[in-house]
Nanobody, 128 residues
Framework: QEQLVESGGGLVQPGGSLRLSCVAS????????VGWFRQAPGKEREGVSC????????YYDDSVKGRFNISRNDAENTVYLQMNNHTPDAPPQYYC?????????????????????RGQGTQVTVSS
């Protein structure tokens, strides 16, 4: 069974840091570019960051550029999202997803319809 499982969410203070993990099972993650999305209740999902196959290209939304860092460890079938200087108004639900087709790279934007399998998500709560 192909699966993505996110972890690492929790409580973070404004300006604090968290590292999210996205672990794949049932398929080979190194064949796919992986994106992170976030969403607030009742709002549209936002594309946060994307990392291409073999890490040849990474994309960050302007809202997180300079604060977030995406990385991958294909030997561990895992993609990480290091989040620094977290803002109080950030959407709380984060999830990862793979592009629909293997070997396709990320773009300079994130279109949710181009992504396929996704995880259940992990919750990030900003509170002082």
């Amino acid at each position: 069974q192909e699966q993505l499982v996110e972890s690492g969410g929790g409580l973070v203070q404004p300006g604090g840091s968290l590292r999210l993990s996205c672990v794949a099972s049932g398929f080979t993650l190194d064949e796919y570019s992986v994106g992170w999305f976030r969403q607030a209740p009742g709002k549209e999902r936002e594309g946060v960051s994307c990392i291409s196959v073999r890490d040849v290209f990474t994309y960050y939304d302007d809202s997180v550029k300079g604060r977030f860092n995406i990385s991958r460890n294909d030997a561990e079938n895992t993609v990480y999202l290091q989040m620094n200087n977290h803002t109080p108004d950030a959407p709380p639900q984060y999830y990862c997803a793979t592009l629909l087709y293997p070997t396709r790279p990320c773009h300079g934007y994130m279109d949710y319809t181009e992504f396929g399998r996704r995880g259940q998500g992990t919750q990030v709560t900003v509170s002082s």
